[in-house]
């Protein structure tokens, strides 16, 4: 297939991943990064992305997405290898280890001492991809002692980029041609919010995942306020419905990996978003031992959080 091959290698007709040696033990990225630090990191990651995002649709427009099955089950296509490799050779030149979901993930005892490291999904929304559907994006995030800190998210079949960091803000481009540019980045015309208070609630659930517990908070809101409205999206574009204003809670409760997750975390705090484990008041912590989340929840603000869950 044409495209990009960085990242990976292509041998005639054959490409040949490009995967980093894992298990180096960096300090942390100073914790109390300053905006410089936040901002370099952020547009190393942004210019990741949106390269990943140009192949992730070459293979997206071909008939045959060459899907397999992971060991739990899970789709798995070339494309989310390959994107993979592409980031990952992009995000090796930091210095800093990196969880890739379809990377060679170091066992616990080797990254549990990780300071800083970046946690990449190649393309988060598999099946999204595989059925065709746009709703599937390239996430990258960055965490330093266990808190997450800066996150990426490019939904290239749309076009839709967001990107944030707490002290910096969160932001969202429409792109085309999978280019940005860098005057535009940080630019406050771009600039997204955390949606205000308003009488009305909009909850933002899974598109295929609306499972009992879900749908049993939905009615509980709705017993208490008659402006209900639910929006369903795939990925972590869920995430990014709560940075840009459009809803107002977004709970989950099944647990899924950190990879899912971290981008869209770090955009919807540095959006000015509530996020925290589902009692509305524990912090979610990265580098866990299974790498899977705990059971969270997603508020427009603390208000809301104390004022409508009640769990």
């Known amino acids: 297939?044409?495209?990009?091959?960085?990242?990976a290698e292509r041998i005639g007709q054959q490409f040949m991943l490009v995967l980093p040696v894992l298990g180096r033990v960096n300090t942390v990225f100073n914790t109390a990064m300053d905006e410089s630090q936040y901002t370099d990191m952020l547009k190393l990651a942004i210019d990741a992305s949106l390269e990943a995002g140009q192949l992730a649709m070459?293979?997206?427009?071909e008939k045959d997405k060459d899907v397999k099955l992971k060991k739990d089950l899970s789709p798995?296509?070339?494309?989310?290898?390959?994107?993979?490799?592409?980031?990952?050779g992009r995000l090796l030149g930091t210095g800093f280890n990196l969880i890739n979901e379809e990377g060679e993930i170091p066992e616990y005892e080797v990254r549990?001492?990780?300071?800083?490291?970046?946690?990449?999904?190649?393309?988060?929304?598999?099946?999204?991809f595989i059925r065709g559907h746009n709703d599937f994006t390239v996430n990258i995030a960055l965490v330093a002692g266990r808190h997450v800190k800066l996150g990426v998210i490019y939904a290239p079949a749309s076009g839709e980029l967001y990107y944030g960091a707490a002290p910096l803000g969160a932001y969202k481009h429409s792109v085309k041609g999978h280019v940005i540019d860098n005057q535009d980045i940080l630019n406050?015309?771009?600039r997204i919010f955390a949606r205000k208070e308003t009488d009305g609630i909009t909850i933002v659930a899974s598109r295929f995942h609306l499972d009992y517990k879900t749908m049993q908070f939905i009615r509980q809101i709705r017993k208490n306020n008659s402006k209900v409205e639910v929006l369903q999206r795939g990925s972590s574009l869920k995430f990014c419905l709560m940075a840009e204003g459009?809803?107002?809670?977004?709970?989950?409760?099944?647990?899924?990996?950190?990879w899912d997750i971290a981008a869209g975390h770090a955009i919807a705090e540095a959006a000015g978003?509530?996020?925290?484990?589902?009692?509305?008041?524990s912090p979610i912590l990265y580098n866990s031992k299974s790498l899977k989340t705990p059971?969270?929840?997603v508020a427009n603000s603390e208000y809301t959080m104390k004022k409508w869950v009640v769990i």
């Open 273 to 281: 978003c509530y996020v925290s484990q589902i009692d509305g008041c």
């Open 76 to 88: 798995v296509t070339e494309a989310d290898k390959m994107v993979g490799a592409l980031i990952t």
């Open 112 to 128: 549990k001492n990780w300071g800083t490291f970046w946690v990449i999904d190649p393309i988060d929304g598999t099946k999204e």
């Open 295 to 297: 059971l969270y929840i």
């Open 1 to 7: 297939m044409p495209g990009l091959t960085v990242g």
């Open 188 to 190: 406050d015309r771009f």
């Open 58 to 61: 070459e293979y997206f427009l």
């Open 246 to 258: 459009l809803a107002s809670l977004y709970p989950r409760f099944s647990r899924i990996k950190e």
